[in-house]
């Protein structure tokens, strides 16, 4: 159905006239996908400001039977934000008030639109840390972190977006506002309704504010880049690293040569440390929230027992804020790096800690198999399973016939990870882009409660239809 002259009415009188984007210009970040699978269609875009605002507008698309795509910074890798024509767009941009921050209870009150980046400094500024860390930090919004249930570089230590909740504001599929924002540890007074929301990609209702968990700030952090000779090693150098560390391990990222030499290549500041070639390296970070520890001799002792033991041939630690900012380039500029090299094919992938070097062999011998001259560029967060099983295309090979290839490729790589007991979909989501996917691999009880809840909490099927699960 078109939107009419009326709708649009209502919606500026809601929000004001400024608030309802429809021209063109306006709207156009609002359509664009992070990695260009799709491009939204909507023709407006509406901005609340306030709950109350949300609420109505919510209320007023219900009455006229108008579907709704909740938008925060636009930065998913899944099509979960993407438009269909028709439909409004439900920007949470205008809600990024921190409502409040309670040191001594260690927690934050965060409307939906506060960037990630603007919660991590806020937290800092009250001798305080908001653990949540990713790429799209400086752009992506709390809301759709939580919508997705984003993981990023902490979550070895501290867990997913999830973990880091305790309490959520909704607006429901009716416009009836859920205020759940507690701040507590303990509730066990029935269904944890947040629980719902988290990694609900806004198809069962529409976050709108969150208290979110703060921690210690640390106070030391020591960064190595280790390079790994037999990936099956990997495991083995996670495991001591938290035995010897007393767990105090905050990121344990892994990446492979071509993924360092694409960083070399493409981005500034990155070099390699290492005289030699490797094929792998793991960038290992501890930290503590005391001051005056010995966390440098313990460091070094890890790293000493690591090299005796046989499970890394060599070792850099950051000896200056600019090294240790040098080394983190290298890994989080990747997906940056690989557009440099053509079209990628990319994986977002989980499986049991222990079984990520036979899952990184099972899966590279299985893609370039199936199309040699494939170039994997296997990275990520190998401290809590998750793999970015990327692939770039062949040299010289045509784009568009590469990608051809993408459920080819889909079909190898999910084969296996679901053989291994592990997920499709570690932090990014499902989207639209795996809807199907998921029907293929999840049993058939586990989808059709997907579809009751999504029934029972939307039976008109308004929020966010087509993503995540189809009714």
Not at 329 to 357: F, N, Y
Request: charged share 20%; aromatic share 6%; net charge negative.
């Amino acid at each position: 159905m078109p939107i009419t002259d009326a709708f649009l009415a209502t919606l500026r009188s809601i929000v004001g006239d400024k608030a309802v984007l429809t021209d063109g210009g306006d709207l156009d970040p609002h359509l664009r996908e992070e990695r260009g699978l799709y491009r939204g269609q909507a023709t407006v875009a509406v901005k609340p400001a306030t709950t109350e605002e949300v609420a109505a507008v919510v209320k007023a698309c219900a009455a006229e039977g108008v579907s709704i795509v909740p938008q925060g910074g636009n930065t998913g890798l899944c099509g979960g934000a993407v438009s269909d024509a028709g439909q409004v767009i439900l920007s949470l941009s205008r809600m990024n008030r921190i409502r409040a921050i309670n040191p001594i209870d260690f927690t934050i009150t965060v409307e939906a639109g506060v960037i990630l980046e603007e919660v991590q400094t806020a937290a800092l500024e009250a001798d305080r840390f908001f653990p949540l860390a990713l790429g799209a930090q400086g752009s992506c919004q709390i809301g759709g972190n939580l919508a997705t249930n984003a993981g990023g570089l902490n979550v070895l230590r501290y867990g997913n977006t999830r973990d880091l909740c305790l309490g959520l504001e909704v607006v429901l599929a009716d416009g009836t506002v859920w205020n759940g924002l507690k701040a507590l540890g303990k509730d066990n007074t029935g269904f944890a309704l947040k629980h719902l929301f988290i990694g609900g990609e806004g198809a069962l209702g529409v976050i709108t504010a969150a208290v979110m968990k703060l921690y210690p700030r640390p106070l030391e952090k020591q960064t190595a880049l280790c390079a790994v000779d037999d990936v099956a090693q990997v495991p083995a150098l996670l495991a001591l690293a938290r035995a010897m560390s007393g767990d105090q391990v905050s990121a344990f990222e892994l990446v492979a040569r071509f993924g360092l030499e694409l960083a070399c290549r493409h981005l500034d500041g990155v070099s390699d440390p290492f005289e030699g070639q490797h094929p792998w390296y793991v960038l290992a970070e501890f930290s503590s929230t005391r001051a005056g520890t010995d966390l440098r001799a313990v460091f070094e002792g890890f790293l000493e027992t690591a090299f005796e033991q046989g499970i890394i041939s060599d070792a850099v630690i950051a000896e200056s804020g600019q090294q240790e900012a040098s080394f983190w380039r290298m890994r989080e500029g990747l997906p940056e790096a690989q557009k440099h090299e053509g079209a990628s094919i990319k994986h977002d992938v989980a499986v049991p800690v222990a079984r990520v070097p036979e899952f990184l062999d099972r899966a590279i011998a299985g893609v370039t198999a199936a199309l040699p001259g494939l170039r994997p560029c296997p990275f990520g967060h190998v401290g809590d399973g998750n793999i970015h099983f990327n692939l770039t295309q062949p040299e010289g090979m045509d784009p568009k016939a590469y990608l051809a290839h993408w459920e080819e490729m889909n079909r190898i790589v999910h084969d296996i990870v679901v053989d291994m007991g592990g997920s499709i979909s570690a932090e990014h989501g499902v989207g639209r882009l795996k809807v199907d996917e998921i029907i293929h691999y999840k049993s058939a009880a586990e989808i059709e409660v997907m579809r009751k809840v999504k029934a029972a909490l939307d039976p008109h099927n308004l929020l966010n239809p087509g993503v995540v699960v189809r009714l």
